[in-house]
């Protein structure tokens, strides 16, 4: 899945049920936890795990279980929001951080909600990075049902080739820019898309589509937040705006040029953004 990243350093950690892969930078420093979305991996926060390091964080970022170079459980019950919660927390344990803070991307900003939600004193501070409050807008559950139907019973294979013809994915104007700048990185998504444990996906996909809203719980938060979101990322800016309105103090930036992954899209405003909310004293 090589693609032009800067290199980081990996290894495993051993949890007991799973084993994490991990990538770290800048030991020592103030803890920082990054976690990726549904289908990514940490090499989505390769470009800035060394210049957050190099600001003064002790940054580690992991593969959730399922995906990249972690374990694959091949049981559609061990995957939930849950256990990647409790994967998370597990691994700061090991760590030995009694305070952090954490980074969320889609499904990993909804992990971050259910870690910040247990224990609000253990984290300090929060970015939330076009992700969801609730269930994730624009898809119905009965087709995604559908779709996971197919599959279990003819492959994962089958199942992205029927997704191709019946909706096939359109490029915002930031993501079709990006293409262009980093032809390499369509090949890295396929890649690690298809790397994923196709249990995960039956698992995850019906629970994000249905997923319970936090925004009340959300609302009782004391820990400094930033929510940021592309302006093009459609299924994400409503609810971006909406956890900005009811965490107190949150702070929202919308990122331009920028869909889904704007530290890949527009990685100049989304430093700007997440590097200045974190340092800030």
């Known amino acids: 899945m090589a693609w032009d990243h800067t290199p980081i350093t990996t290894h495993e950690v051993d949890l007991g049920p799973v084993r994490l892969a991990v990538a770290e930078a800048g030991r020592g ?13 940490k090499e ?23 995906h990249g170079g972690s374990t694959r459980l091949a049981d559609e019950a061990a995957y939930t929001l849950t256990t990647f919660a409790d994967d998370l927390e597990a691994l700061v344990a ?13 499904m990993g900003g909804m992990i971050a909600q259910e870690v910040v939600l247990r224990d609000p004193g253990r984290v300090e501070r929060l970015v939330l990075m076009d992700t969801h409050h609730g269930a994730v807008e624009g898809l119905d559950p009965e087709r995604v049902d559908a779709g996971m139907a197919i599959l279990r019973t003819e492959g994962f294979e089958v199942y992205l080739s029927v997704l191709e013809q019946v909706a096939p994915r359109v490029p915002t104007p930031a993501e079709a820019a990006l293409a262009d700048r980093r ?33 009340d719980a959300l609302a009782r938060l004391a820990v400094p937040t930033l929510v940021v979101v592309g302006a093009e990322d459609r299924a994400f800016v409503g609810a971006a705006h909406r956890l900005a309105a009811s965490i107190p ?20 405003a989304w430093w ?5 909310f974190l340092n800030r004293t």
């Open 44 to 66: 989505d926060f390769a470009d800035w795990i060394d210049p957050l390091g190099e600001a003064g964080w002790g940054v580690v970022a992991p593969d959730h279980r399922g």
């Open 94 to 106: 090991g760590l030995g951080w009694d305070r952090f803070a954490l980074l969320g991307h889609s």
């Open 272 to 276: 700007e953004a997440v590097g200045g």
């Open 183 to 215: 032809p390499a990185l369509k090949a890295w998504n396929d890649a690690k898309l298809r790397a994923v444990d196709p249990a995960m996906y039956a698992a995850m996909a019906p629970q994000l589509v249905r997923r319970a809203d936090l925004l």
């Open 249 to 268: 103090g949150a702070e929202l930036v919308v990122v331009p040029d920028a869909a889904h992954s704007p530290q890949f899209e527009n990685p100049d």
């Open 29 to 41: 420093g103030r803890p920082l936890l990054l976690a990726h979305g549904f289908t990514g991996t």
